[in-house]
């Protein structure tokens, strides 16, 4: 995992619109939430609509949330480029949405699942890699998950942006996240994964 205390691991990745976003151009935010998400994980889906309402909440406050996809889209199509931005329409992202297509930033992040969050600080340090919340889609049958159960509602993650904001040190108390693997080309997984 990367160590709390760690500087902002530099990207430059294409976004949904055709843009180019870097780590550069969040540079003078209050803090920086990057978020390693996909389309078709039942854990993202489970918390799509709470990733919209943190990016709605936050980002006003000077906090900069950008999403990010590494999966292979060989063997995963429906987390394409494309299908990408059909997914941040229909959510309401209102954060850049990159796709990771090397899955090198991935590697760099230590990112491990969909979703994984780190959080950075106004000098981009990481004060906070961990869950959003302790919720998780409750499984009816392959493929069938039920969200209605235990609903997203952001706690842990929201505590550490709350904290941070008002200039309190964040919990150290931090919860890894749970959600599906990071779907590695074949050959190119990490040695991290599977630890």
Known sequence: MLKLGSPAPDFSLPDTEGNTVSLDDFKD???LLVMFICN?????????D????LGNDYQPRGVAVVAI??????????DSPEKMKQEKALRGYTFAYLYDESQAVAKVYTAACTPDFFLFDAGKKLVYR??????RPTRIS???????????HGADLRAALDALLSGQPVSDKQIPAMGCNIKWKSGN??????D
């Open 29 to 31: 935010a209050k803090a």
């Open 40 to 48: 078709h994980c039942p854990f993202v889906v489970h918390v799509a």
């Open 50 to 53: 709470e990733l919209a309402r």
């Open 69 to 78: 996809s590494a999966n292979d889209i060989e063997t995963h199509p429906t």
């Open 130 to 135: 961990g869950q959003l919340d302790d919720s």
């Open 142 to 152: 392959s493929g069938n998950y039920d969200s209605q159960k235990s609903p997203a």
């Open 189 to 194: 997984e990490p040695d991290y994964f599977g």
